[in-house]
């Protein structure tokens, strides 16, 4: 079946102006995850929806950052005013609910420039 | 604070060589652990987990970790390397319980050497 799929695979921004990140999860798992991945680093948690509610957006950076999930499917992340900082793999998971196995997608290559 | 840490940035091994790969955690309990592997352009694949129970797993692709509690490692190990799993290694853990997110250390570069 198909596993979690992510667009842009790449996006190159100016620093200022306002990004979209797409995830779309394995079907049927209503638990999703958003990661991000720092050259030279592990994946640092973002924030966490199980359904349409985020439950957990400790790791969310600042309030630049915001993600949403309307259906409990498709996820976007949101990014307004990048920074040059803000330059990264963006991950995507997802798992069935309750699971702690999570599949992870390809990611999306931020570069703010 | 919680951590997760794997010691060995890069390592270079010989095809058919053993492969100890290191992971320290500090976490007030056992948490459940995880090894990930990353190769270049793929998503993070899981290798194999650990939650209670026998302290040695098995994963993918011929690879084990032990979970050793007393010294909070859980080591990822292979008997005998092959080309195909040069990769960046993650160890990982859920300190949480609840499934809700997993924190990563900074990984290990495997490059294998024919």
């Known amino acids: 079946g198909a596993g979690v799929s992510q667009t842009p695979s790449n996006k190159v921004t100016e620093k200022g102006k306002y990004v979209e990140l797409r995830c779309d999860p394995i079907s049927g798992h209503t638990a999703l995850y958003w990661y991000r991945q720092s050259l030279g680093q592990g994946p640092e948690f973002l924030i966490y929806?199980?359904?349409?509610?985020?439950?957990?957006d400790s790791g969310l950076p600042n309030d630049r950052f915001f993600a949403v999930r309307p259906e409990g499917s498709v996820s976007t992340l949101k990014i307004q005013r990048t920074e040059r900082g803000d330059s990264a793999v963006y991950l995507c998971?997802?798992?069935?609910?309750?699971?702690?196995?999570?599949?992870f997608g390809p990611g999306t290559r931020l570069t703010v420039t | 604070a919680q951590s997760v840490t794997q010691p060995d940035i890069h390592i270079t091994v010989s095809e058919g060589a053993s492969l100890e790969l290191r992971c320290n955690y500090s976490?007030?309990?056992?948490?459940?652990l995880f090894w990930y592997v990353q190769s270049p352009g793929q998503g993070l694949q899981l290798l194999l987990k650990?939650?209670?129970?026998?302290?040695l797993v098995q994963g993918i692709k011929g690879f084990e970790a032990e979970f050793k509690r007393s010294q909070s490692s859980f080591n990822l190990r292979k008997p005998s390397v092959h080309w195909s799993d040069a990769a960046e290694y993650f160890c990982a853990v859920d300190g949480t319980g609840t499934a809700s997110k997993l924190t990563f250390g900074t990984g290990t570069r495997l490059q294998v050497t024919l």
């Open positions: 929806f199980q359904g349409t509610g985020a439950a957990d």
């Open positions: 650990y939650f209670s129970g026998d302290t």
């Open positions: 976490y007030g309990a056992t948490p459940y």
């Open positions: 998971a997802s798992s069935v609910q309750g699971s702690y196995e999570q599949y």
